[in-house]
Structures are given as structure tokens and as C-alpha cells.
């Protein structure tokens, strides 16, 4: 175990230059200098704390079989994220969205007569394949 109480740790490359960035001021980093850099649990999860080590300031863990859980400690998909996500640019997906508890409408007037504003998503089985909309 290392602790560091209001100062710099360097891992790696301990460099008295680094003192000086105000980013890393009263701060732990661990910081590599070329090359790739590795942390490795040989056989249980990495886990994420930010706040102190109470077990409600876990904010993600990797699991040993590859799954990547944030706001949640049991992620059960490669990503699997508990709260609302923010996307600034594109996103891609490959492959099916399942969208659980949107409305469901015949079509988009339908969808605006119920009160819907544009920019809702919702869903519709009338072409029989369950499509998502957005209200225009």
C-alpha cells in the first residue's frame, strides 16, 4: 500500500520538474513516460474510487472477464453504465438498440396529438419489426 497525504507520488518517471504543473498540485498521479502502459489484477476486478474508500464512492469497475461497469458494480455487458450518458459528437452502433419503457404510437401525428415534443423518441409496431421514431 502507498499513501500519499497532500503531495505528489510519482510512478515511473520521478522528475522534480513535475512539481511544477498545477494540474498534478496536491495531487497522487501515476504517470508513465513512452511506451505502453499496464495495470494488471491477476485475478479479481479493477475497481474505481473517487471521494474516500467507502463502498458508495465505487464509481466503476473493470471485471476480470473484461466488462466495464460505471454507477454500477456488476456490469453484465462490455459497457454497462447505471445514470444518464452524454454523447458530444457522433456516436456509432453497430448492431440492435433495445429501448425499454419509451411510448409507443401509430405514427408521428399520433405521437403529437398525445403531446409528444419534437425531438421524442418513440415506438412503433405498425410496420410489424418495432421501429424508433423521433417526433418531427
Do not use: W
Not at 18 to 40: C, H, L, M
Not at 52 to 72: D, L
Request: charged letters at 15%.
Amino acid at each position: 500500500q502507498i499513501v500519499c497525504n497532500d503531495s505528489d507520488l510519482f510512478f515511473g518517471a520521478a522528475d522534480d520538474g513535475y512539481t511544477a504543473v498545477p494540474e498534478y498540485s496536491g495531487k497522487a498521479f501515476v504517470q508513465g513516460n513512452g511506451g505502453d502502459f499496464a495495470i494488471v489484477n491477476m485475478s479479481d476486478n479493477l475497481e474505481f474510487y473517487a471521494g474516500g474508500r467507502a463502498s458508495n464512492n465505487k464509481h466503476m469497475v473493470v471485471t476480470a472477464s473484461g466488462n466495464v461497469g460505471i454507477g454500477t458494480t456488476s456490469p453484465a455487458t462490455k459497457l454497462d453504465v447505471d445514470g444518464e450518458i452524454t454523447v458530444s459528437g457522433t456516436a456509432n452502433l453497430n448492431g440492435n438498440i433495445i429501448a425499454q419503457a419509451l411510448p409507443q404510437y401509430a405514427d408521428n401525428n399520433a405521437a403529437l396529438l398525445a403531446g409528444e415534443a419534437p425531438g421524442t423518441i418513440y415506438y412503433t409496431t405498425v410496420s410489424g419489426d418495432g421501429i424508433l421514431k423521433v417526433v418531427i
